[in-house]
């Protein structure tokens, strides 16, 4: 018998100007109105609706500088609330699963893919589309979409989606002449995976767009961007070789690592192993790019799909902003002291980190002044834990006795539960009509 085969289809799901929009959520009185987000203690923009982008409002500008502008235009200025979007993440993220009938991956607080099943794929465009209405619907966020056959371009498909389509949904499908026109349209930067740093590398050796880029001898971009710029390279001409979301860190404005429990988790201390195993994860995403966190979230439920549904959530806010796992293992040990609650037998998991900056950027804080001796020490040690699990399979083989072993029964994947039956509709929110 020959099995037949599929080519892999992705499509990336992106909610429009994220906070901004989970902020307009409750104000529908600024729908079409330009709204701002602010960063911890109001420092600076960082989220801006379309009308407040048109304005000219930059991306991480002090308000300060901005503030008689906000009050003249009426600018609609909101403190970051990030209990509340994660609220709304979560509510994205459990409408997708429900619309596709399967698990997702989540790539970032508004993103995430979804690996296409060859019924999925045949009807995409119908999937995209319902996809986008049941969202708005049932959550009140805008979304872009993206499709293609790989994770790179689907991603590719959605900055077009979000730029240059109607209707925000984009598939860089079959067309090899269209394809190539779009290509010389964009900017190299903007492909996942490139970046300013490494766009602007490539920009000096001449290579501007996406298609310059996809035109380049790929032994030549090995060497000239690693493997990494090769594998994006390879994506870009239609080959998945990415098997895992959590590259492109340095692009984004928070890490998630969150799962499916493999088997349900019934004890604290098999939660805390499982959810230092997620932020020590994350922490490595965060050294790779050289960036620091300043707000950590963790939070864990029971199945979506049982009857009371528990969800426990905790966040904390460092005095520092860190990529330091021995920290942030010690605050997962904190947050379930704190929010644990014995008897529900929990599904799922994960940890959000937030107000991402770049390491060298971190603003001092007087409280700190005779602990660079200690920092540099611990980034030694990480440097250290770093290098070896680089080394030796990559797969985590040196760390903290607290993340226990590797044959946990929670490391596996639930399969998911198919099809969106009644059980998944209990998890959308209730709407009280009048
Ligand atoms: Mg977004």
């Keep these: 018998m020959h099995a037949t085969f599929y080519p892999p289809r992705f499509l990336l799901i992106d909610c429009n100007n994220f906070f901004a929009s989970c902020e307009r959520i409750f104000r529908p009185d600024l729908e079409g109105k330009p709204v701002i987000v602010l960063s911890n203690n109001d420092g600076c923009v960082i989220a801006r609706s379309n009308e407040a982008k048109a304005l000219g409002i930059a991306m991480g500008e002090p308000f300060f500088r901005i503030k008689p502008f906000a009050e003249a235009r009426h600018i609609a200025v909101f403190s970051s609330n990030f209990s509340l979007y994660r609220d709304i993440s979560h509510r994205v993220m459990d409408t997708v699963e429900s619309v596709v009938g399967r698990e997702v991956e ?72 269209e394809r190539e026109r779009l290509f010389a349209d964009i900017p190299v930067d903007e492909v996942w995976g490139i970046g300013r740093r490494k766009g602007k590398k490539l920009r000096m050796v001449g290579i501007r767009t996406v298609r310059d880029f996809v035109r380049s001898d790929e032994d030549w971009i090995k060497r000239f961007l690693t493997v990494t710029g090769y ?48 932020v020590s994860k994350a922490c490595v995403q965060l050294r790779q790019s050289g960036l620091v966190a300043g707000d950590m979230t963790l939070y864990f439920e029971s199945s979506r799909f049982g009857e009371n549904v528990v969800r426990k959530e905790w966040q904390t806010r460092f005095m520092r902003p860190t990529n330091d796992t021995r920290t942030m293992v010690h605050e997962v040990i904190r947050g379930l002291s704190a929010v644990y609650e014995q008897g529900p037998r929990y599904a799922r998991g994960g940890v959000l980190l937030c107000s991402l900056q770049r390491e060298g950027e971190v603003c001092g804080n007087l ?68």
């Excluded at 989540?106 to 995430?112: G, K, L, P």
């Excluded at 979804?114 to 009140?140: C, G, M, Q, Y």
């Excluded at 994006?232 to 404005?253: N, Q, S, Y």
């Design 106 to 177: 989540q790539y970032s607080i508004d993103e995430c893919f979804v690996p296409l099943t060859p019924s999925l794929a045949a009807n995409v465009a119908d999937v995209a589309i319902s996809l986008r209405e049941t969202v708005r619907r049932h959550v009140n966020i805008p979304v872009s979409i993206g499709i293609g056959s790989t994770r790179t371009l689907a991603k590719l498909a959605c900055y077009v989606a979000k730029k240059k389509v109607s209707g925000n949904v984009y598939d860089i499908g079959g067309d090899a002449g």
């Design 231 to 278: 594998h994006t390279l390879m994506e870009l001409r239609g080959i998945p070789l990415i098997t895992d979301v959590v590259r492109g860190a340095e692009e984004r404005k928070s890490i998630v690592v969150s799962r499916s429990f493999g088997e349900k988790i019934r004890s604290r201390e098999e939660l805390v192993k499982a959810l230092s195993t997620f």
């Design 367 to 434: 409280l700190f002044l005779d602990r660079e001796e200690e920092d540099a020490r611990q980034k030694k040690l990480m440097r250290v834990l770093d290098a070896v699990n680089r080394k030796y399979t990559g797969n985590a083989s040196l760390r903290y006795a607290v993340l226990g072993g590797r044959d946990a029964q929670w490391h596996m994947r639930q399969e998911r539960l198919s099809g969106f039956g009644k059980e998944g509709w209990n998890n959308l929110p209730v709407a009280k009509c009048r």
